[in-house]
C-alpha cells in the first residue's frame, strides 16, 4: 500500500512515472476503459485526447483516484496505487470549473494543501508567495475568489495544485472556460510551466489544437481504449488509423485497391507499397488540405509527385488562409489549403476550373482499413 | 413617459393594461398576511371576548400566560422538544442526503423516496400508529416519543433542503481537496459544509419549527406534565375561545417571523 | 507491488486487483449507507412499523379472527359515505379556491423583476412558517359572528344581520384555501419562472395580441406547474385535521376527524385503521398520478 509518502514527497525534484496496466472499468455493459495499458515518463506532458465519452476523464480520475475502476493496475514508480484513497495519492489537480473554495481568500486557496501537510506558517506564507509569483499572480493573496477574472481563477487553481510539490501532475480540461485568446497564450504559459516544474503531468482535452500545442505525447482515446500514443507529429503526419487520421486535423480518406506484387493504387495512380507486417482488410490514403498544391498545368504522376484531376467547386477565403473544395469524381471531393500571402494572390482557382492537385509522396499516409462507403 | 403608460413587458403591456393584477395580487398578499397579525391587537384586548378593535388595552392576558403553571410548563416542553429534534433531525438528515447525494447507487433514489415518506403518510395517521406503538412501548407521554416522532416529521425537509444545496454545489471542490491531501472527513467539513451551512442552519430552523409547531402528533402521544404548547392549544380552540390563546398566537407569530428573516437575512449574506 | 508482479498477475489470468477493488467498493458504498442509517432507524420506527402494525389492525375482526369486516362496513354505512363526501367536496372545493387565487398571484411574482420578488415572496412564505394552529385561530377569530369580518362587511352594507362564517364549511374553506395556498403558488411560480421569455417574444412576433400570446404559449406551459400544485394541494386536504375540526365546529367531518372520533367514542382500532389505511391508498395513489403526470420533485425543489 502506499500511504507512506510523508513529508519526503514535498521534494518536487523528482517526478514520478505512470505506469497503467490493463486497466478496465465497465459501465453496465459498455466499457468506459477497456483493458487500458499505457507508460506514461517520469516528467513529461502527455495528453489524453479524445471525443467527449471516449474514457479520457474516467482514465484521468482513476489515476487521481476519484474513479474506481473493476481492475488493473496503475503505479507510480514502483508504488501500486490503485487501493490507495485519493488524498495519499499526492497528486495536484486542476479541474475543468477550478473547483476553487469561495470560502477562502486566493492565499488561503492556494496553502491548503500545505495546511494539510502540517507546514508551518512561515514557510507556508513563503511558499504561497513563490507559487504565486510563479503563476504570475504576486500580490493578490489576499483577493476573494468572485474578485478574480477567469485567467487568473484557473492561475490560483494551477498554483494550489503544484504548491505543495507533487510528482504528477493532472488536468481535466483546465483551459476550456477560457475565451480563445486568453486560451491561446494560457497554452504556452502552462507549456513554460511543466518545464519549470519538471512534473509528470496528465492533460485531458478534446481540442486536438490544443493537445498538438502543448503535449510531449499524445494519448488519442477511443470508446475506452488508446487508438495511438505518440508524440504531435507522429500523431499528425503517420496517424495510426482512420480514427485518429479523421479526429486529427481536417483530411480526405481515399479507398485504396492492392495488387499482388503488395502494391496500393487509388484509380490506376500507384500510391504506395503495403507497409510491412500488417495484413488488414483494405488500405486508404490519408489526404490532409495543406499537403496538397494546384499544379499549373495539366500534368500526371511522377516519382515525387501524384496527381488528382478535378473540378473547382467552391473557394473560401478565411483570413490566413483559405481553401477550395475540388470534386475528383462524382462522390469524392478534396479540400486544398493555401496561404494568403501577396504571393499566393493570383493563384486561387475559379468555381468551375479544371485544376490538377498535387500530392507529394513525401506526404502519403496510407493507413489500414477500407474507409470506402 | 410616466410608469402607468411605459411598458411592463416586451409585448407592449403597458403597466396600466396590468394593473388590476397588481391589485389582485396585492390584495392576495394582505390576506394571506394580516389574519395572521390580527391575532397581536386581539391579544392586547381587556376584554373576555374577541372585539375588534379592543376597546380597552391591556396585558393581562400575558400575565394569564406567565401566571399560569399549565402554559408555562407546556412551553418549556415544547421548546424542549424542539430544541432536541433540531439538534438530532439536522445532523441526521444531513449525513443522509450526503450519503445519498454522493453515492450514486442504483438504490439511493429509493431510499431517498423512503426517507421522505413522513412528508407523504397523512400525519393523522402517524399520528395514531405511533400512539399505538409507544402504547406497546412505554413512550406515550415522553419526551423520547415527541423527539423521535418529531424527528421524522422533519427529516424529509432537512434531505430536501440539503439535497438541494449539494446540487448547486460543485462536488469538484471536495474532489480538489481530497486530491490536495484531505480525508473525506476532512473535505466534508473543510470545503463543502461551509458553503452548505446557509441550508444547514436553514433546515435547523425548520426542524425546529416543524416540532413547535406540530399539533396532531402531540394530541395524541404527549400527555400530562409532557404536554405540548400546542395541545393545550388545541384543545382550548376546540372548547371556547380564550384570549390568552391571543397571547400565546401572538408570542408564536413573533418566533416564526424573527426565524423566517434570519434565514433571508444569512441568504442575502452569502450570496 | 513490482512490475514483474504485475506481469505475474496478468498472467495468471485473473483481473488484477478486481477482487480487492471490488472489496474496497463494497466497504465504500456501506459506509455511505450507515451515514444514512440512523435517520432511517427513525423513518422505520415512527413511519414503517406503527402504519404496518395499523395496516395488520385493520384486517383484525372483533373476534381477533383475520376479517375485512372494518372494510365493509365502509361500504355498507351511510355514515362511511358522508364523511368520505364531504372529505372530497372539502379538498376539491379548497383546490379550486387555491387555483383561482394562485394563479394571479404566482403571475405576478413571476412577472416581478428578481430584486422585488424575495421582499414578496415573504407574503406567501410567512404564513408557510406560522404555526397552522395561530393562522386557524386568527381565523377563527376574524369569522365568528361578532368578528371583523362581519363588522366590516355590514358596515359596508354588505349585508344586515351578522352572517354565520364559522363552524360550518364556509369558515372551513376560508382557513384551508390559507394553508393551502403557499403549496400551490410555489411550484406554480418555479414552473412559470422556467417559461422561455423568448417564446413571449416570438408569439408577439408572429401577430398573437398579448392576451392571445397568454392564453396560446404562456397558460400552457404554466399547466404542468400548476397541476402539481394542485395535486399536492387536493392529497393534503386529504388528511387535514385541525382546520376542518375547529374552523367546522363539529359540521365538516372529514376522515382524519372521523378516524379520531372513532378512537375516543369506540375505541376501536380495527374502523380507525382501515380508515386510515384507506386515506393511505388514496393519498400514494394521487401522488403516484401526480409523478407519472409531471416530474413534480422538479417544480417543488427546482434548481431555482
Redesign the interface.
Known amino acids: 500500500m502506499a500511504s507512506d509518502n510523508d513529508n519526503g514527497s514535498l521534494d518536487n525534484s523528482t517526478a514520478l512515472p505512470i505506469h497503467i496496466s490493463s486497466l478496465t472499468k465497465k459501465y453496465g455493459d459498455l466499457y468506459a476503459l477497456d483493458s487500458v495499458d499505457l507508460e506514461i515518463k517520469s516528467g513529461e506532458f502527455l495528453t489524453l485526447l479524445g471525443p467527449s465519452g471516449s474514457g479520457k476523464t474516467t482514465l484521468l480520475m482513476a489515476i487521481a483516484g476519484f474513479n474506481r475502476p473493476d481492475s488493473g493496475s496503475i503505479r507510480f514508480g514502483d508504488q501500486e496505487v490503485i487501493l490507495t484513497p485519493p488524498h495519499q495519492r499526492n497528486v495536484g489537480m486542476v479541474f475543468q470549473s477550478y473547483a476553487l473554495f469561495p470560502h477562502m481568500t486566493v492565499a488561503g486557496n492556494v496553502a491548503f494543501p500545505l495546511k494539510l501537510r502540517g507546514i508551518g506558517a512561515q514557510e507556508c506564507e513563503q511558499r504561497v508567495a513563490e507559487a504565486l509569483e510563479t503563476v504570475q499572480l504576486s500580490g493578490l493573496g489576499e483577493r476573494g475568489i468572485d474578485q478574480l477574472s477567469g485567467g487568473q481563477r484557473q492561475r490560483v487553481a494551477l498554483a494550489r495544485a503544484f504548491v505543495f510539490g507533487p510528482r504528477i501532475l493532472l488536468m481535466d480540461e483546465p483551459l476550456s472556460a477560457l475565451d480563445k485568446k486568453l486560451r491561446e497564450r494560457m497554452q504556452i504559459e502552462l507549456k513554460i510551466l511543466h518545464r519549470k516544474l519538471g512534473v509528470t503531468t496528465v492533460y485531458v482535452t478534446h481540442d486536438q489544437r490544443e493537445a498538438l500545442t502543448m503535449s510531449d505525447r499524445i494519448a488519442v482515446i477511443n470508446h475506452g481504449r488508446l487508438a495511438q500514443v505518440d508524440t504531435p507529429e507522429v500523431i499528425y503526419n503517420h496517424p495510426a488509423n482512420a480514427f485518429v487520421a479523421d479526429f486529427i486535423g481536417e483530411s480526405t480518406m481515399l479507398p485504396l485497391d492492392q495488387d499482388q506484387a503488395g502494391n496500393l493504387h487509388y484509380k490506376g495512380s500507384t500510391i504506395a507499397r503495403k507497409p510491412p507486417g500488417d495484413d488488414a482488410d483494405g488500405w486508404s490514403l490519408v489526404v490532409r488540405p495543406e499537403h496538397l498544391s494546384i499544379m499549373a498545368d495539366p500534368k500526371t504522376d511522377n516519382d515525387k509527385t501524384i496527381v488528382f484531376r478535378g473540378k473547382v467547386v467552391e473557394t473560401v477565403f478565411q483570413g490566413e488562409t483559405a481553401f477550395s473544395i475540388i470534386a475528383i469524381d462524382d462522390q469524392t471531393e478534396l479540400q486544398i489549403r493555401f496561404g494568403t500571402g501577396s504571393k499566393a494572390k493570383s493563384g486561387y482557382p475559379q468555381s468551375g476550373a479544371d485544376v490538377s492537385v498535387g500530392l507529394g509522396r513525401d506526404d502519403v499516409i496510407v493507413i489500414p482499413g477500407d474507409q470506402r462507403q | 413617459m410616466s410608469w402607468w403608460t411605459r411598458p411592463?413587458?416586451?409585448?407592449?403591456?403597458t403597466h396600466g393594461?396590468?394593473f388590476w393584477?397588481?391589485v389582485?395580487?396585492s390584495v392576495?398578499?394582505l390576506?394571506?398576511?394580516l389574519?395572521?397579525f390580527?391575532?397581536i391587537p386581539?391579544s392586547f384586548s381587556d376584554s373576555q371576548?374577541?372585539?375588534?378593535p379592543p376597546s380597552n388595552w391591556s396585558t393581562r392576558w400575558y400575565e394569564v400566560y406567565l401566571g399560569s403553571t399549565k402554559w408555562m410548563r407546556a412551553t418549556a416542553t415544547s421548546v424542549q422538544v424542539g430544541i432536541i429534534t433540531m439538534l438530532v433531525a439536522t445532523p441526521?438528515?444531513t449525513?443522509?442526503a450526503?450519503?445519498?447525494f454522493?453515492?450514486g447507487?442504483r438504490a439511493a433514489k429509493a431510499?431517498f423516496m423512503?426517507?421522505i415518506?413522513?412528508m407523504?403518510?397523512?400525519?393523522?395517521?402517524?399520528a395514531?400508529?405511533?400512539f399505538?406503538?409507544y402504547g406497546r412501548m412505554g413512550l406515550n407521554n415522553t419526551i423520547t416519543g415527541l423527539v423521535?416522532?418529531h424527528?421524522?416529521m422533519a427529516?424529509p425537509l432537512v434531505?430536501?433542503v440539503i439535497?438541494?444545496a449539494l446540487?448547486?454545489y460543485?462536488l469538484?471542490?471536495e474532489?480538489?481537496?481530497?486530491?490536495?491531501?484531505?480525508?473525506?472527513l476532512?473535505?466534508f467539513f473543510?470545503?463543502t459544509l461551509?458553503?452548505i451551512k446557509f441550508s444547514v442552519v436553514t433546515t435547523a430552523l425548520l426542524s425546529f419549527?416543524t416540532s413547535?409547531?406540530e399539533?396532531?402528533i402531540a394530541i395524541f402521544v404527549s400527555g400530562g406534565v409532557n404536554a405540548t404548547l400546542?395541545k393545550h392549544?388545541?384543545a382550548a380552540?376546540?372548547d371556547f375561545?380564550d384570549p390568552t390563546?391571543?397571547a400565546i398566537?401572538t408570542i408564536?407569530?413573533l418566533v416564526?417571523?424573527i426565524?423566517?428573516l434570519m434565514t433571508?437575512f444569512i441568504g442575502?449574506k452569502e450570496k | 507491488m513490482t512490475a514483474a508482479d504485475v506481469e505475474k498477475t496478468a498472467q495468471s489470468g485473473k483481473p488484477l486487483h478486481g477482487e480487492a477493488l471490488r472489496r474496497q467498493h463494497t466497504r465504500e458504498q456501506w459506509t455511505l449507507l450507515s451515514l444514512a442509517a440512523p435517520a432511517m432507524i427513525v423513518v422505520v420506527l415512527i413511519i414503517l412499523i406503527p402504519v404496518g402494525w395499523l395496516f395488520y389492525l385493520s384486517f383484525v375482526g372483533s373476534s381477533g379472527e383475520f376479517s375485512m369486516e372494518h372494510y365493509r362496513k365502509m361500504v355498507e354505512y351511510k355514515s362511511y359515505a358522508r364523511v368520505f363526501l364531504t372529505t372530497f367536496q372539502v379538498s376539491v372545493l379548497t383546490t379550486l379556491i387555491c387555483i383561482f387565487i394562485g394563479y394571479p398571484l404566482s403571475y405576478f411574482l413571476a412577472l416581478l423583476p428578481a430584486r422585488l420578488v424575495g421582499i414578496f415572496m415573504l407574503a406567501v412564505l410567512l404564513p408557510f412558517w406560522t404555526s397552522l394552529l395561530v393562522r386557524t385561530y386568527a381565523w377563527l377569530v376574524l369569522l365568528q359572528k361578532k368578528g371583523l369580518l362581519n363588522d366590516f362587511a355590514m358596515q359596508i352594507g354588505l349585508w344586515d344581520s351578522p352572517v354565520k362564517l364559522v363552524h360550518n364549511m364556509t369558515g372551513t374553506l376560508i382557513g384551508m384555501a390559507h394553508i393551502m395556498l403557499p403549496f400551490l403558488v410555489l411550484p406554480l411560480y418555479n414552473a412559470m419562472k422556467k417559461i422561455d421569455r423568448d417564446l413571449m417574444y416570438a408569439a408577439a412576433n408572429l401577430g398573437a395580441s398579448p392576451a392571445g400570446a397568454f392564453w396560446k404559449v404562456y397558460f400552457p406551459l404554466s399547466l404542468p406547474g400548476m397541476v402539481a400544485g394542485s395535486l399536492i394541494v387536493f392529497v393534503l386536504c386529504l388528511g387535514f385535521y385541525v382546520t376542518p375540526a375547529v374552523l367546522g365546529g363539529g359540521r365538516v367531518i372529514m376522515v382524519a376527524t372521523q378516524i379520531t372520533a372513532i378512537l375516543e367514542n369506540q375505541f376501536d382500532w380495527g374502523a380507525a385503521s382501515a380508515l386510515g389505511v384507506v386515506l393511505l391508498v388514496a393519498t400514494v395513489l394521487f401522488l403516484y398520478m401526480a409523478a407519472r403526470l409531471f416530474k413534480f420533485d422538479a417544480a417543488l425543489f427546482g434548481k431555482g
Not at chain 2, 8 to 13: E, M, R
Not at chain 2, 49 to 52: I, N, P, Q, R, W
Not at chain 2, 175 to 184: I, Q
Request: glycine share 2%.
Open positions: 411592463a413587458s416586451d409585448t407592449q403591456v393594461d396590468r393584477l397588481y389582485v395580487a392576495i398578499m390576506l394571506l398576511v389574519p395572521t390580527i391575532v386581539m371576548y374577541l372585539e375588534f441526521l438528515g449525513m443522509a450526503y450519503a445519498l454522493v453515492s447507487h431510499l423512503f426517507l415518506t413522513p407523504i403518510v397523512p400525519v393523522i395517521l402517524i395514531i400508529g405511533t399505538y406503538a423521535l416522532a424527528t421524522a427529516i434531505m430536501i439535497t438541494a446540487r448547486s460543485d469538484n471542490q474532489r480538489v481537496a481530497r486530491s490536495l491531501g484531505a480525508t473525506r476532512k473535505a473543510l470545503i461551509p458553503q419549527l413547535f409547531d399539533v396532531i400546542t392549544m388545541f380552540l376546540r375561545i390563546i391571543a398566537s408564536m407569530v416564526s417571523t426565524l423566517l433571508q442575502v
